[in-house]
């Protein structure tokens, strides 16, 4: 089975960057690192989650949620098998645990990290 | 922005069922997704495509959609299922996924 491993949680001050790190391993018989899309989900305390946006693995495409525009900048490293997310100019606000997920394509995703803490402090 | 409304919260009793709607404007053209996710854990997809479960999903969790409200059913609901469950479309005016706001589901 397909698994999504996250890097650990982060403590940031205001104005600080985090970037985290996501590890698609286990891929199934069929399946390679860029077969998948890869999407970052924000779930802040007590709030639902949040779509943040997506790389496709296969050409490098990226889609940000307008929320996030100027901020957000996700990647991906095909010789490690891993996406990162980085956001910038961090707010008290962006305190939140922090999914990556992977889906066929842009539209679902269908097996989903264990999610990263971020506290902006 | 594509809206998809929940209600913040069902409740119901070990073994009977519980339902969790899914509103948004001309849902019944859109796939729907459903999601569980309890604390502290990675979500899960429970449903897609409307009414399909992913493997290792049991058949008490069912998707369906009738009119503008899509809805998930989960039959002889269990103290396990307790979760928050998000409904997603795909909005395809602004090239992006979209949740619904959630619903927690409490087993009295």
Redesign the interface.
């Known amino acids: 089975e397909v698994q999504l491993v996250q890097s650990g949680a982060e403590v940031k001050k205001p104005g600080a960057t985090v970037k985290i790190s996501c590890k698609v391993s286990a891929y199934t018989f069929t399946d390679t690192f860029t077969d998948y899309y890869i999407h970052w989900v924000q779930q802040a305390p007590g709030k639902g989650l949040g779509w943040m946006g997506l790389i496709d693995l296969e050409d490098g495409k990226t889609i940000y949620a307008e929320k996030f525009q100027g901020r957000l900048s996700i990647t991906a490293d095909r010789s490690t098998d891993t996406a990162y997310m980085e956001l910038s100019s961090l707010r008290f606000d962006d305190t939140a645990v922090y999914y990556c997920a992977k889906g066929p394509s842009g539209t679902l995703m269908d097996v989903w990290g264990q999610g990263t803490s971020v506290t902006v402090s | 922005?594509y809206v998809l409304t929940q209600p913040p919260s069902v409740s119901v009793a070990p073994g009977l069922a519980a339902r969790i709607a899914c509103g948004g404007n001309n849902i019944e053209v859109e796939?729907v997704?459903w999601?569980q996710?309890k604390p502290g854990?990675?979500?899960?997809?429970v449903v897609?495509d409307d009414t399909v479960r992913?493997s290792g999903i049991p058949e008490r969790f069912s998707g369906s959609k009738s009119g503008n409200t899509a809805a998930l059913t989960i039959n002889r609901v269990e103290v396990g299922d307790e979760a928050?469950y998000?409904c997603?479309v795909?909005d395809g005016v602004?090239?992006?996924?979209?949740?619904?706001?959630?619903t927690k589901l409490t087993v009295l």
């Open positions: 922005s796939s997704r999601y996710h854990q990675a979500p899960v997809l897609y992913p928050a998000y997603q795909f602004n090239d992006h996924p979209v949740f619904g706001g959630g």
